[in-house]
């Protein structure tokens, strides 16, 4: 539990801390991978979309204005401030503070999982995966970054583990593509894009401070 305490104040300093005249502290605009599909799970008839670490809501915010029901989870409560004042005129989010290791939802709860930016500081990314599986619905589906080992900072900081580091007091993991298909092993991937794009100062409370080159992998998965 005091690791756990630990971690959403972090996490808290992060957003307490950016000062940046953005909506987002990591970006002002959704991820496109998962915007690009908001037209097609509409085609589906997906309803309920969970924003597994959802952060300031910038992708969340997408989904909700597309008409679904979204619930976003995140373990800080800043974190949920924020993204409570961008999303204030949505009736259709619900925004809990939760851990991605004990999501407290009935099995099957949703339609699709979005996860963006939050694989990469999962120390147990087994879990969190196995818990995804868990709460989609049968045919549900997936969309996930996972940061990866062709990223500019993967090797720097202090090593601990194969493709992990910490990089100011920040856990991060970086992801090969066979990594990523062993841990979606319950899953039926169905692409995966190889992403590189530039990320803005993030802000004091986080490592990464300046503008910086980034790349990533998005996995499409279905149940």
């Known amino acids: 539990m005091a690791k756990n305490f630990e971690l959403e104040k972090k996490w808290d300093r992060v957003y307490q801390k950016y000062k940046g005249k953005r909506l987002s502290v990591w970006r002002e605009n959704?991820?496109?991978f998962f915007t690009n599909k908001i037209d097609y799970f509409k085609h589906l008839g997906l309803k309920k979309v969970l924003d597994a670490g959802c952060g300031d809501g910038r992708n969340l915010v997408e989904?909700?204005?597309?008409?679904?029901q979204v619930t976003g989870i995140?373990?800080?409560?800043?974190?949920?401030?924020?993204?409570?004042k961008n999303?204030?005129?949505?009736?259709?989010?619900?925004?809990?503070k939760m851990e991605l290791?004990?999501?407290d939802f009935k099995a099957g709860s949703f339609d699709a999982v979005?996860?963006?930016?939050?694989?990469?500081?999962?120390?147990?990314?087994?879990?969190?995966?196995?818990?995804?599986?868990?709460?989609?619905?049968?045919?549900?589906?997936?969309?996930?970054?996972f940061t990866s080992v062709y990223d500019p900072l993967c090797s720097s900081g202090k090593k601990i583990g194969k493709h992990e580091y910490l990089q100011g007091g920040f856990y991060l993991r970086f992801y090969t593509i066979e990594q990523m298909e062993k841990l979606m092993k319950k899953f039926t991937i169905l692409g995966?894009?190889?992403v590189s794009y530039t990320d803005p100062n993030h802000g004091s409370g986080y490592n990464?401070?300046?503008?910086?080159?980034h790349h990533s992998y998005f996995v499409m998965a279905k149940k």
């Not at 999303?87 to 809990?96: A, S």
């Not at 990464?208 to 080159?213: A, F, G, L, S, V």
């Open 30 to 32: 959704a991820s496109p």
């Open 63 to 68: 989904f909700a204005k597309a008409g679904f």
């Open 74 to 84: 995140d373990i800080s409560e800043e974190a949920l401030n924020r993204c409570r």
């Open 87 to 96: 999303c204030k005129k949505f009736r259709n989010v619900k925004l809990q």
């Open 101 to 103: 290791e004990k999501p």
């Open 114 to 145: 979005i996860c963006d930016f939050v694989m990469a500081h999962m120390e147990k990314p087994e879990k969190i995966i196995r818990n995804f599986h868990k709460l989609l619905k049968k045919d549900g589906y997936a969309l996930i970054e």
């Open 192 to 194: 995966i894009d190889s």
């Open 208 to 213: 990464r401070k300046k503008r910086h080159n």
